[in-house]
């Protein structure tokens, strides 16, 4: 197992669309919805299921896909982060005046 995985881009936002938990996730739907192929996604949870980051809970042939309470403060820490990266970079608060 290697750690780095989490800090990939397309990781990242499977672990960010689980945190809606009002969608019953499977690794078909995660796949889609992330622009990830079935395999790619199907391997990442495979690895964050070792981890304890995610688990999967079978509904017949159905195996629903949600994160464990340790994915889920991983996910609200990525969320943080997210959102401070993605906001612009701020503007001088004030720009030099021009010397008299």
């Given at each position: 197992?290697?750690?780095p ?14 945190k809606?938990?009002?969608q ?10 992330s ?11 495979k ?12 509904h ?41």
């Open positions: 197992m290697s750690g995985i989490l800090i990939k881009e397309k990781q990242v936002r499977i672990l960010l669309l689980l809606n938990n009002q019953a996730w499977r690794i078909g739907t995660l796949a889609v919805a622009g990830t192929t079935y395999v790619h996604t199907h391997n990442f949870l690895s964050c299921s070792a981890l304890g980051i995610t688990s999967m809970e079978k017949g042939k159905i195996k629903e896909i949600k994160l464990t309470e340790k994915g889920s403060q991983l996910a609200d820490s990525l969320a943080v982060v997210y959102a401070a990266i993605s906001q612009p970079p701020q503007q001088a608060k004030q720009e030099e005046k021009p010397a008299k």
